[in-house]
């Protein structure tokens, strides 16, 4: 046992393997992220079995690579973490069979933390280290936004004592925004993951060209409590959630689609395919310098306007629960929290409404180990540990939910 505070977190809840070495939950000492993006490319998605053997591959190195960053040992450590849910269960699984016998070979506690959770931690640990171990804002609430390739989720979080209370307030119906980027990026015969792309591309269109709109989400269709289709969905029922604060975005996606049908745009994407990405295992040989020559006007128009659309819709739908609920500032943070358009636009809002608003540093936003190790920290104090029977949960929820 270690004695500094020093907990070695392990995420492998879909397609990246990491692994961090955080201090006290506000200072990292190491953090190694596996990418399984040159796998799933090809197939435009992960493919949940191709994911759990790349993280029985990478698990092992990634955690020593963790332990050489940090100039530590395995008895230097006092707890070891560990992402229980949500995720994929396969995948999920790799990381805590590691973790577990890891703890039980060194004797120290195991910590299961919630990936949503984490998310919000990357913030919050950005906000520590930036400020030498300090947190911004200490006992106000917040709202947060989870955006990413398999969450939408709006949460009230407060702290309290050292620790975390989280409420959903709102959360997609069905697609998670992320997954809306990756689907267009494909259908568009853009690179996997569609969000750096799309981003990119965005810079160089009209976001005025295309008047995608949101309609209002009728709550009543879903009150079957069906989970939404994402690729790490929480089955959170929707029924008691303010329908102001429920977000849909397959209906953007499918008019991407209808856009794409009625301009004749499909044999210009799959030639577009062709010219950047040869051969399915050099995904990505293309720049985007090359994806922008390879896009006429009116695809760079749709792109900004696709782009352009969601943010408004993020935007418009978190300061609304922010205002609704007097959350004090609010965080971003997933994967689609690396977007720019996103935080320029959240940015410029907050300052209009003389608001705080914080982001993680791009490699906090996409997924990591780092948040898992700050997540578990406040847990570890607590003496909040997992029992040795712990196993994965695919659909876990953080919080309770409600208005
Ligand atoms: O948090 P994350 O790494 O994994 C999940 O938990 O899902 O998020 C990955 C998602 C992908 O859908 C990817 O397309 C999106 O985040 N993404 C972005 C950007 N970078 C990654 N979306 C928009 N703009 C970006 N710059
Ligand atoms: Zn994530």
Not at 18 to 39: D, N, P, Y
Not at 114 to 133: C, D, S, T, W, Y
Not at 234 to 247: C, E, G, S, V, Y
Not at 336 to 347: D, G, I, P
Request: hydrophobic residues 45%.
């Amino acid at each position: 046992m270690g004695g500094k505070g020093l907990i070695l977190a392990i995420e492998s809840s879909c397609d990246e393997t990491a692994a961090a070495i955080v201090e006290r939950g506000s200072h990292t000492l190491a953090s190694v992220v596996a990418s399984q993006i040159a796998t799933h490319a090809r197939y435009g998605g992960v493919v949940p079995e191709l994911a759990s053997r790349e993280h029985l591959r990478a698990v092992v190195p990634v955690v020593r690579a963790a332990l050489e960053q940090a100039s530590v040992t395995l008895k230097d450590l006092d707890a070891i973490a560990v992402t229980s849910g949500p995720g994929l269960a396969g995948a999920l699984l790799v990381g805590i069979t590691y973790a577990k016998a890891l703890a039980y070979a060194q004797k120290i506690p195991l910590i299961a933390v919630n990936h949503l959770e984490g998310h919000i931690h990357a913030v919050l640990l950005n906000e520590r280290e930036q400020q030498n171990g300090q947190q911004a804002a200490k006992d106000e609430p917040a709202l947060a936004l989870v955006v990413s390739g398999g969450h939408t989720h709006l949460y009230l979080a407060r702290p309290a004592h050292g620790s975390w209370t989280y409420k959903l307030v709102g959360r997609t119906v069905d697609d998670a925004a992320g997954e809306a980027y990756d689907k267009v990026a494909k259908l568009l015969g853009l690179g996997y993951p569609g969000g750096p792309w799309i981003d990119a591309l965005a810079l160089h269109g009209n976001p005025r060209a295309v008047p995608f709109a949101f309609s209002r989400i009728k709550t009543k269709i879903h009150l079957g409590g069906k989970p939404p289709r994402t690729k790490a969905a929480t089955t959170a029922p929707i029924a008691n959630l303010d329908p102001r604060f429920l977000f849909s975005f397959s209906g953007i996606k499918t008019a991407v689609l209808r856009y794409v049908e009625l301009h004749n745009l499909r044999p210009e994407a799959e030639a577009r395919r062709e010219a950047l990405f040869t051969g399915v295992d050099a995904p990505a040989k293309a720049t985007i310098e090359d994806a922008v020559a390879a896009c006429d006007e009116q695809t760079l128009d749709l792109i900004a306007s696709f782009q352009h659309a969601v943010v408004g819709d993020l935007l418009k739908k978190t300061f609304a629960a922010q205002e609704s609920l007097g959350a004090s500032r609010i965080l971003v943070t997933g994967g689609v929290a690396a977007n720019r358009e996103l935080r320029a636009r959240f940015t410029a809002e907050a300052a209009r409404r003389n608001l705080a608003v914080a982001f993680p540093r791009l490699d906090l936003s996409t997924d990591n180990a780092a948040m898992i190790a700050a997540a578990a920290w406040p847990r570890f104090e607590a003496g909040e540990f997992a029992p040795a029977n712990l196993s994965a949960d695919p659909s876990l929820a953080l919080g309770s939910a409600g208005a």
